[in-house]
């Protein structure tokens, strides 16, 4: 035992060294080596067919006209989601400057589901729709539920918003390490 404790330095600076040569042999004293981003790196990290950025319920009144029969309104209540197809958005790196630029397809397509339980009816005018058929009434509000959409610029800016702020969240442990930035544009900014 007392041998022991009178080589206890020893074994100390022995168990010290064995554990230096570890940590040179592993790395862990290199320098941090950098993130090499591609536009193929960025798209794996995204990888996923449709996002759907907002949801909207639309309380329309669709104009109706169908051959053959008389014009009249239909009253509908709408679910939207605004789509975007992942794979439609570019990405422009700059390693110079560490800027990745990720360009936003102009337009959103949208997701039109109609509601209808007890809360939510659909209403006719005039009255005696009889010669309407559930299709007609169902192609009618969703292509008039996508018009409204489509214009209203509240629902779109708020979709690119979330839209711009996802791809941030899925981006961001990418590019921070290396101290990148990220830059978002749209297809018609950069086509002009």
């Not at 064995?18 to 040179?24: A, D, G, K, P, Q």
Request: a negative charge.
């Amino acid at each position: 035992m007392k041998k022991i404790i009178q080589n206890l330095p020893l074994i100390v600076f022995a168990a010290v060294l064995v554990l230096m040569i570890v940590l040179f042999a592993t790395g862990a004293f290199d320098a941090p080596k950098e993130t090499l981003i591609t536009t193929s790196t960025l798209t794996e990290v995204i990888k996923t067919a449709k996002l759907s950025t907002a949801k909207y319920v639309q309380h329309g009144v669709a104009k109706a006209h169908i051959e053959g029969t008389k014009d009249g309104y239909v009253l509908y209540y709408a679910v939207v989601k605004p789509n975007i197809n992942l794979e439609d958005i570019d990405y422009e790196i700059d390693d110079n400057s560490k800027v990745v630029t990720v360009i936003l397809p102009d337009k959103f397509s949208f997701e039109i589901e109609l509601l209808q339980d007890e809360e939510h009816k659909f209403y006719y005018y005039p009255d005696e729709k009889d010669d309407w058929t559930g299709k007609d009434v169902t192609y009618i509000c969703k292509t008039d539920a996508r018009a409204k959409a489509e214009a209203n610029a509240e629902l779109i800016t708020s979709a690119r918003k979330n839209l711009e702020n996802t791809i941030k969240s899925l981006l961001d442990p990418l590019l921070a390490s290396d101290e990148w930035t990220l830059v978002f544009s749209t297809a018609a900014v950069q086509g002009e």
